[in-house]
């Protein structure tokens, strides 16, 4: 494994143990706290938060994938996690914070969309590996 990889593999298991931080704080720390529409939201940022760390970490593990195509990919799961979970966290718990989060509305589906580009980039880099 070459050391890119295993800093995807790092950053991949640090971002899946806050996601379990995170959603263990949602089912218990905030539930008392905020709306079920909220608490739905805040659960939806840990799930897309999840689902992307595990595919970071099949991409720094896979051997099949090139290291031009993990990079970009890696960029764009770990952009599109920041925006669109970090700001969908920051949303849903809004009502708890001293100040307006509204600003971070138009980042989710920047978030979205970058998650969306490194799904299709890395569809397009296996469409076209060159097989020996």
Partial sequence: MNKFDKKIVVVACI???????????????LKEMLSQESLSTFETGVRYQMYHSLAILILGLSTQIPSKVKKIVF????????????SIYLLSIKQLLSFNVSFLGPITPIGGLLFIL???????????IKRG
């Fill in 15 to 29: 971002l899946a143990a806050i996601t379990i931080g995170l959603g263990a704080f949602g089912a218990h720390g």
């Fill in 75 to 86: 960029w764009f799961f770990l952009f599109g996690i920041i925006f669109f979970s970090g």
């Fill in 118 to 128: 490194g799904w299709l980039r890395l569809g397009y880099g296996l469409l076209t």
